[in-house]
């Protein structure tokens, strides 16, 4: 497995949830790390990334409250999730992205892991 996402689960409105993704040594060196998520009857969306150089994006849904980061001694990326909302009810997945001397390569997927949040 290549990537390997775990960490989710249900949580009430407000509260707090961190997800992790371990990858393979190869793999993550060189990629550029994120979450994508997927809610039911939507198509899959970016949620945030992390280069290797230590360049991070957000989507505007999550800036302020969710956080990236990315553990390089230990080929691991998280996702600190805070303040959750019903609407971020969805299957999270890992991704990464190979990205060497300017130019995108493969790309992987983890297998998902489903945040529910809900009073």
């Known amino acids: 497995v290549q990537l390997q996402a775990s960490g989710g689960g249900l949580v009430q409105p407000g509260g707090s949830l961190r997800l992790s993704c371990a990858a393979s040594?190869?793999?993550?060196?060189?990629?550029?790390m994120g979450w994508f998520r997927q809610a039911p009857g939507k198509q899959r969306e970016l949620v945030a990334r992390?280069?290797?150089?230590?360049?991070?994006n957000y989507n505007d849904f999550v800036k302020g409250r969710f956080t990236i980061s990315r553990d390089n001694a230990k080929n691991m990326v998280y996702l600190q999730m805070n303040n959750l909302k019903p609407e971020d009810t969805a299957v999270y997945y890992c991704?990464?992205?190979?990205?060497?001397?300017?130019?995108?390569?493969?790309?992987?997927w983890g297998q998902g892991t489903l945040v529910t949040v809900s009073s």
């Open positions: 991704h990464a992205w190979e990205y060497s001397g300017g130019v995108y390569g493969q790309q992987y």
């Open positions: 992390a280069t290797s150089g230590g360049g991070i």
């Open positions: 040594a190869s793999i993550f060196r060189e990629s550029v």
